[in-house]
């Protein structure tokens, strides 16, 4: 286990726990999210790292990588999904006109840059996960592994788009440099996370499935990702809600915490955290639109 002592935003080391969060994929295990006491950032920790951090994906539960099993969840993930992915693409269109290059980083089997491509997008993806890369080949896209990430030329991106990947990635500031090097002045980095200080997180506080330790490492907030983007070199242009995650965590919460569907609850939670969270952009998830300066 790895032991962060230091605010990866202010280099704090003032900290306390906030929540104790079960892992609910697999065997029983609990994990500490501490948030620093200077800017109140909060992230997993100790938590795993490398081959540890691997095994905690192995698990038949994580549903983004492989395409399809059946019940209810995994229907309402697909329904939401494929929704989701027209507005997706229609906010990317209307961030970037130029369109040289998207890079979908964590694309999982690629049903996201399957449809950019559909729309005129000249695309490629990282993706860790090997079985979700052979996936996407069949789809004839064009995924390869993160570790080849230096390859990409700098300036040349126009977009990078990360729909619920950044809270898995270990090297925060590392990967974000990277990112800024690789895009074009005017470039977009679109960022899909959950909210910790949505009306949903609030009410299921550790059983809240967007904590999903350790597979999540940081746990973002609005004003964590504005001074990123101001760490980073990028102007924190536009936030959107995600109308959709706040239902479908919402029944992944009730399933953690009782151990069976509860969709009526669920729903009631969902339907609080969206009319809650709607005009001061609090919802469940939240997608973040940069600008490199
Ligand atoms: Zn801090």
Known sequence: MFDLKNCPICDSDQKHEVRKAPYYRGEREHFSIVECDNCGFWWTNPSPRGEDLAAYYESDDYVSHTD???????????????????????????????????????????????????????????????????????????????????????????AFTLWHVLEHIPDLNETLAYFNGRLIKGG???????????????????????????????????????????????????????????????????????AKQRPLHAFWQGLKSNLKGAKSKNMSSLIYVLRKK
């Not at 950019?116 to 996407?136: D, I, L, T, Y």
């Not at 899909?192 to 009410?203: F, G, I, K, M, R």
């Open 68 to 158: 399809g099993k059946g019940g209810l969840l995994d229907f309402v993930y697909r329904t939401v999904r494929s929704r989701a992915i027209k507005s997706k693409i229609a906010l990317l269109n209307r961030a970037q006109s130029n369109r040289k290059l998207l890079v979908d980083y964590g694309a999982g089997t690629g049903a996201f840059l399957a449809e950019a491509k559909n729309q005129g997008w000249q695309s490629m993806g990282f993706e860790p996960s090997e079985v979700a890369r052979r996936n996407a080949k069949k789809k004839g896209l064009d995924l390869r592994s993160p570790e080849s990430r230096e390859e990409l030329e700098e300036n040349s991106v126009s």
């Open 188 to 258: 977009s980095l679109i960022i899909a996370v959950p909210n910790h200080e949505s009306a949903d997180a609030e009410h299921y506080r550790n059983h809240w499935a967007a904590l999903d330790v350790p597979l999540h490492l940081w746990h973002f907030a609005k004003k964590d990702v504005q001074a990123l983007a101001d760490m980073h070199g990028f102007s924190l242009d536009q936030i959107e809600n995600m109308p959709f995650d706040s239902f479908y965590v919402s029944l992944l919460s009730e399933k953690n915490l009782w």
